[in-house]
């Protein structure tokens, strides 16, 4: 059973708009996330982590953690079309041992 | 700032042939991953190494082998390949497996 679920599986917004992803964990022990985006060609690049409830922003990305429900989130605002890309969530028990797992990802399309 | 390189870029074998994908990494980084990446879609961890002399099997290390042969380099072989195991392969690297990770630009496997 896969750990981590995404949604949408893709996504359309226009340029300026607001881009909205969702991720949630199956096992409660899993509370630290990350979001990774990956361009087509290129290999994933790590755009931002959340360990604690409630929200982180970076520029114009905003993740939200609600570790009672195991829920995390990420938000662009003001989408431009090089945002265009795979998100991927991945989440982690915090342990020294342990390793991420990746949830499938959600397409990202940003119309100009 | 580091850099990830996985040689080679592209791979072409037969089908039940043997083949090795190799990964530097010059960030000093402890932690080694290798992953499969089936078009567009989410990554799927084969093996991984936490330190110098360890590794770690994933989700989907059957049909794979791995060595760590020193910090900076990490080895993965397919012992038979099979059509239907072409794919994208990444290397990735970080100082602890819950930290962020670094990865290469991949390795895209065919297999006639």
């Known amino acids: 059973q896969q750990k981590v679920q995404q949604s949408p599986e893709s996504l359309s917004v226009p340029e300026g708009g607001m881009a909205s992803f969702n991720c949630t964990s199956s096992?409660?022990?899993?509370?630290y996330f990350w979001w990774y985006r990956q361009h087509s060609g290129e290999g994933p690049k790590a755009l931002m982590?959340?360990?604690?409830?409630g929200d982180k922003k970076e520029g114009r990305f905003t993740a939200h953690l609600n570790k009672a429900s195991l829920h995390v989130s990420l938000h662009i605002r003001d989408s431009q079309p090089s945002d265009s890309a795979l998100y991927f969530c991945a989440a982690h028990r915090g342990s020294a041992l342990g390793r991420l797992h990746f949830g499938a990802g959600t397409q990202l399309i940003v119309i100009p | 700032g580091g850099i990830i390189t996985q040689t080679p870029k592209f791979l072409i074998g037969q089908e039940g042939q043997k083949l090795t994908l190799k990964c530097q990494q010059n960030f000093n980084h402890d932690t080694m991953y290798w992953y499969r990446q089936d078009s567009g879609k989410g990554l799927r961890l084969i093996y991984y190494?936490?330190?110098?002399?360890?590794?770690q099997k994933g989700d989907l290390s059957e049909g794979y082998d791995a060595s760590r042969e020193k910090k900076s380099s990490f080895s993965l072989t397919v012992t038979s390949a099979q059509k239907n195991e072409m794919a994208v392969f990444l290397c990735?690297?970080?100082?602890?497996?819950?930290?962020?990770?670094?990865f290469g630009p991949g390795t895209r496997l065919t297999v006639l």
């Open positions: 096992d409660r022990n899993f509370q």
């Open positions: 982590s959340i360990f604690s409830d």
């Open positions: 190494s936490i330190t110098e002399n360890d590794l």
């Open positions: 990735a690297s970080s100082t602890l497996t819950y930290a962020e990770q670094f």
